[in-house]
């Protein structure tokens, strides 16, 4: 598995399909990051099963 993985999502806010960089060290991560399009904030949480791919979902910050 590589450190870092690219991961495709939506927006939740705007609905445009972004790229997220993903650290892979961390089993689970959740932070906030603005969207690249529409700059409104989101909550990214991350699960990152022993072997596996990334899991990646995104959800509108507040809510």
Known sequence: ???QE???TQCP???ETIGLLIECIEPEQEYTED???CCAPMVVSVSVPQGGAPEVSVE???G
């Open 1 to 3: 598995m590589n450190p």
């Open 60 to 62: 509108r910050e507040g």
């Open 35 to 37: 969207c690249p399009v």
């Open 13 to 15: 806010w705007c609905g």
């Open 6 to 8: 690219s991961i495709d």
